[in-house]
Structure formats: C-alpha cells, structure tokens
C-alpha cells in the first residue's frame, strides 16, 4: 500500500459523489433530519431530548454512512471497476484506505452540519466543547463507513448489502444504550454491548453532552478508532476483484 494510490483512489471517489448529488443529499441532509425529527417528536418533552439526543446523534451518521459506502463499493466491484483498477499497480489495501479515506472527508462534512444542527437548531444542550462532540460523529461516521466496506466484501448484490444491517447494525442499536441505558439491561447484554463498537461511540457522545473529563470521552472513541482500524485491515483482506 502507497500513500500516492491511496490519496489518488481517495480524489477520484471524492470526484464521484461530487456529481451524485443524492448521495451526497443523504450523507449531509438525512442525519439531520432524522435527528430534527426526533427533537420535533420530543418538542414537549425537552429533558427526554437531551436524555436521547446524543445518542441519535451517534446513531444516525453510522446508518447512513453504513448504506452508502456498502452500496458504493459493491456497485465498483459489479461494473468490473476494481477488476481493471487491480490491473494496474493499486492493491487491495490502497483501494480500502482510499474509500475509508475519501468518505472519511466526507463524514468530517456530515459531522459539522449535523452537530451544528442538533446544538443551534434543536437545542441540544451540551456541556463539553461542542468541537468535542463534532468529533465522536466524524469517528461514529468514518465507523460505519469502514464497516460498510467489510459488508460490501461479502454482498453480491445491493440489496445483500442492506441485509448486512440486521447483522451488523441492528444488535448494536439495540445494545448500545438506544433503547435503555447499557447498566439497566441483563449482565449477559451488557457484557455483549462491551464489545460492540456503537456502545462505545454513545458513551462518548453522551460523556461530552454531560462534561465529563477528557477520558471519559477520548477512552472510547480510542476503542472506536480500534474498530476502524480492524475493519479496513479485514476489509482489505476479504476484498474480491469481482462480484460473480
């Protein structure tokens, strides 16, 4: 792996979704929404808001860039894209940090209009710096995003790839605090929930919403980065040239 291909796979997928624009409406639009929406839902119930906001606000970014990195890099690989990009000297590596790289960039765009959005139009109240909490969502982001490009390893088809989520996404909605906080579920759940990268992202998001100290946020967006990191590495690994 070149850092010059990779930054060069990066630039051409960033050139893409310049000219997808409902690609890049979903990316940039569709968390906040969904995250307006949830506020316009809980309008007169302002303290349940803020007992829930930061964890839709992990919540959403992971989805979106889940979907839209899968389907993406499934569709290369259907069109025999990468079949004749791995005719030249790009490797697989190159290819995978080259994506996680390019929606990486767009994630940091996702990231700002939503945190935006959430603190200065529906009130999200937060105690941390706010630049703190645009970065567990750039991090959350950039997670589904390296998790969709493992899905995408082992989707034939686009809709394979959206049947991945009751796999990969669905346990971690459920388990990741969502729901019910991680401490009030069965021991065996919460012990599962340890383990699951989303949990982890949430407990971030709501450790700067509620100013606990530096750790108590940087500690598991380092788990998070952890979990990035790995899928790339298996991503990499799993990657076929073509889809039969």
Same mark, same amino acid.
């Given at each position: 792996m070149t850092l010059t291909r990779t930054f060069a796979t990066a630039g051409r997928v960033l050139r893409q979704l310049h000219t997808d624009r409902r690609s890049i409406a979903l990316m940039l639009a569709a968390p906040s929404l969904?995250?307006?929406?949830f506020a316009w839902? $809980?309008?007169?119930?302002?303290?349940?808001f803020q007992k829930v906001g930061p964890a839709i606000l992990a919540l959403f970014p992971f989805i979106v860039m889940f979907l839209v990195t899968s389907i993406t890099t499934l569709r290369e690989r259907r069109s025999g894209?990468?079949?004749r990009l791995m005719t030249t000297p790009l490797g697989k590596g190159d290819f995978?940090?080259?994506?996680?790289?390019?929606?990486?960039?767009a994630a940091v765009v996702q990231a700002v209009v939503t945190v935006a959005f959430a603190v200065w139009v529906c009130g999200?109240?937060?105690e941390g710096p706010v630049w703190q909490l645009? $970065?567990?969502?750039?991090?959350?982001?950039?997670?589904?995003?390296?998790?969709? $490009?493992?899905a995408s390893a082992?989707?034939?088809t686009e809709f394979q790839a959206v049947q991945f989520m009751p796999l990969i996404v669905f346990p971690q909605v459920l388990l990741g605090g969502v729901i019910m906080p991680r401490d009030d579920m069965?021991?065996?759940?919460?012990?599962?929930?340890?383990?699951?990268?989303?949990s982890h992202a949430i407990d971030a998001s709501l450790a700067v919403t509620a100013g606990d100290d530096a750790a108590d946020v940087f500690g598991p967006l380092a788990i998070v980065g952890a979990f990035v990191v790995g899928a790339v590495v298996l991503a990499s690994l799993t990657l076929r040239r073509r889809t039969p």
């Open positions: 969904l995250v307006g929406l839902i $809980l309008l007169d119930q302002g303290a349940v894209t990468l079949e995978v940090s080259g994506y996680a790289l390019a929606f990486g960039a999200l109240e937060v645009g $970065l567990v969502a750039v991090v959350d982001a950039l997670l589904g995003s390296t998790l969709g $490009l493992l082992f989707a034939r069965p021991d065996v759940l919460t012990a599962i929930s340890d383990w699951l990268p989303l």
